[in-house]
């Protein structure tokens, strides 16, 4: 990604603005605030649109009826991330093939002092998809270290996952300074969420590590970073207009290029097979999705199943398959309870798609930054090249090399 011109690099040592959660106040929509536990000390924010709830169902049928534009069925990739999902991810994380986290965390332990300087006091943190925390936890504690007051959000899909990870993280009263929260919901109720007036008008800065971005394509993962982009720049702009000072968010982002189709391979296929357990559970997670329509639903048993991950050097992505053992005839529970059900028949060997991990070159990076606006103000590169975590900003031109240096 292009860098913004050089901004020295100061520490300074600010505990004096404070943050306030605002979160429990909502002005338009209301959040429910549900109690942490005893045990655990956390407070986890529902932030679920009641009116949408997350319909895999649907999606399930339509990706087992249809072909998507690579030609293969696919299954949804949000079912990988259940309770037991992110156990198993976390497990994944612990792979030593799965270079990903260790490169990651090596960069942050260099950088996060840096990086927390950029943080303003006050400051949301919000992390899209924030997993078993393991690496956010070494920003919190720079941040920590200096003594500024931050509000951490960590956004997921699993409740019970929310509470047990953050319990970890907050055990032994590590944190005087940041607080740390839960958000249960999905990206689109996060970005809701950090519209409402009450966290607009704070400095804000989004988080998304583990090359998460990478489950999009290239104009998929611009459009959403546009779309967050967007979100942010409108609330920085009433508040500059408002006050005359505004404020400026930030945006971090961990993103893997690796174009190393064995590296990919390997660390995606591991030979103690936790991958593989990590995606056939999304089979079980079908299962139990597809369960609210029609009781006692079993037609997906993982025994029968397995999984394949290829290489693709020409898309620059890593996909994974779910691949029937034997003939699958599944029937699935139709949309409303008068329509008959749907027989879907997955030959043997058949790869249904199920995951996809692209990985963003660089002029998928200047094109993500280009088309949302975004400045790179400082990127920390792994001793390849290959990995970076970049703080960007929101410029006001899609210049790349903007002089806009409120950072
Ligand atoms: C690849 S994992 C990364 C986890 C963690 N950030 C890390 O670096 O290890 C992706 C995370 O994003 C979450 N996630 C995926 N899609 C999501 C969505 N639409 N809304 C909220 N969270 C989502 C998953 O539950 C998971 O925790």
Same mark, same amino acid.
């Given at each position: 990604m292009p860098i913004e011109p050089s901004v020295p690099n100061r520490l300074t040592l600010d505990s004096s603005a404070s943050g306030g959660s605002g979160t429990e106040k909502t002005s338009q929509i209301q959040f429910s605030v549900e109690p942490s536990t005893e045990e655990h000390h956390v407070d986890i924010v529902d932030i679920r649109d009641s009116q949408q709830p997350l319909d895999l169902a649907s999606d399930i049928r339509s990706g087992l009826q249809n072909q998507n534009e690579h030609g293969h069925r696919s299954l949804p990739s #949000? #079912? #990988?991330?259940n309770e037991r999902g992110l156990k198993l991810f976390e497990e994944v994380t612990y792979v030593p093939e799965y270079y990903l986290t260790n490169t990651e965390i090596e960069l942050l332990k260099a950088h996060s002092l840096e990086l927390a300087d950029r943080i303003e006091p006050g400051t949301i943190l919000l992390e899209l998809g924030? =997993?078993? #925390?393991r690496k956010v936890r070494i920003l919190l504690e720079a941040i920590e270290k200096l003594g500024k007051q931050v509000d951490y959000y960590a956004l997921d899909l699993d409740r019970a996952e929310l509470e047990r990870t953050l319990g970890q993280l907050v055990d032994a009263g590590r944190f005087q300074h940041v607080r740390c929260h839960g958000l249960h919901g999905t990206y689109d109720d996060g970005q809701r969420w950090i519209a409402l007036p009450e966290n607009a008008g704070r400095p804000r800065c989004l988080l998304s590590l583990g090359s998460t971005l990478g489950s999009y394509s290239p104009p998929e993962a611009a459009a959403f970073l546009k779309k967050w982009a967007d979100t942010l720049r409108a609330g920085d702009d009433s508040n500059s207009n408002a006050t005359g000072t505004g404020t400026s968010s930030r945006i971090i982002l961990g993103l893997d290029g690796c174009q190393d189709g064995e590296r990919v391979f390997a660390a995606y296929n591991d030979p103690a097979g936790i991958h593989k357990k990590f995606i056939l559970n999304a089979l079980d997670n079908a299962n139990a999705h597809l369960l609210g329509l =029609?009781?006692?639903?079993?037609?997906?048993?993982?025994?029968d199943w397995t999984v394949r991950g290829e290489w693709d050097a020409q898309g620059k992505r890593h996909v994974q398959y779910l691949v029937p053992l034997v003939n699958a005839d599944i029937i699935l529970p139709p949309h409303e309870t008068d329509d008959p059900p749907v027989a879907v028949a997955v030959k043997a060997n058949e790869k249904v798609q199920v995951a996809s991990s692209y990985k963003f070159d660089e002029e998928d990076k200047a094109r993500m930054s280009k088309e949302s606006w975004l400045g790179v103000a400082r990127e920390y590169l792994s001793p390849d090249g290959s990995y970076g975590v970049f703080l960007e900003h929101l410029t006001n031109c899609t210049s790349k090399y903007s002089t806009d240096a409120r950072i």
């Amino acid at each position: 990604m292009p860098i913004e011109p050089s901004v020295p690099n100061r520490l300074t040592l600010d505990s004096s603005a404070s943050g306030g959660s605002g979160t429990e106040k909502t002005s338009q929509i209301q959040f429910s605030v549900e109690p942490s536990t005893e045990e655990h000390h956390v407070d986890i924010v529902d932030i679920r649109d009641s009116q949408q709830p997350l319909d895999l169902a649907s999606d399930i049928r339509s990706g087992l009826q249809n072909q998507n534009e690579h030609g293969h069925r696919s299954l949804p990739s #949000l #079912l #990988l991330w259940n309770e037991r999902g992110l156990k198993l991810f976390e497990e994944v994380t612990y792979v030593p093939e799965y270079y990903l986290t260790n490169t990651e965390i090596e960069l942050l332990k260099a950088h996060s002092l840096e990086l927390a300087d950029r943080i303003e006091p006050g400051t949301i943190l919000l992390e899209l998809g924030s =997993g078993n #925390l393991r690496k956010v936890r070494i920003l919190l504690e720079a941040i920590e270290k200096l003594g500024k007051q931050v509000d951490y959000y960590a956004l997921d899909l699993d409740r019970a996952e929310l509470e047990r990870t953050l319990g970890q993280l907050v055990d032994a009263g590590r944190f005087q300074h940041v607080r740390c929260h839960g958000l249960h919901g999905t990206y689109d109720d996060g970005q809701r969420w950090i519209a409402l007036p009450e966290n607009a008008g704070r400095p804000r800065c989004l988080l998304s590590l583990g090359s998460t971005l990478g489950s999009y394509s290239p104009p998929e993962a611009a459009a959403f970073l546009k779309k967050w982009a967007d979100t942010l720049r409108a609330g920085d702009d009433s508040n500059s207009n408002a006050t005359g000072t505004g404020t400026s968010s930030r945006i971090i982002l961990g993103l893997d290029g690796c174009q190393d189709g064995e590296r990919v391979f390997a660390a995606y296929n591991d030979p103690a097979g936790i991958h593989k357990k990590f995606i056939l559970n999304a089979l079980d997670n079908a299962n139990a999705h597809l369960l609210g329509l =029609g009781s006692g639903y079993q037609e997906f048993d993982a025994r029968d199943w397995t999984v394949r991950g290829e290489w693709d050097a020409q898309g620059k992505r890593h996909v994974q398959y779910l691949v029937p053992l034997v003939n699958a005839d599944i029937i699935l529970p139709p949309h409303e309870t008068d329509d008959p059900p749907v027989a879907v028949a997955v030959k043997a060997n058949e790869k249904v798609q199920v995951a996809s991990s692209y990985k963003f070159d660089e002029e998928d990076k200047a094109r993500m930054s280009k088309e949302s606006w975004l400045g790179v103000a400082r990127e920390y590169l792994s001793p390849d090249g290959s990995y970076g975590v970049f703080l960007e900003h929101l410029t006001n031109c899609t210049s790349k090399y903007s002089t806009d240096a409120r950072i």
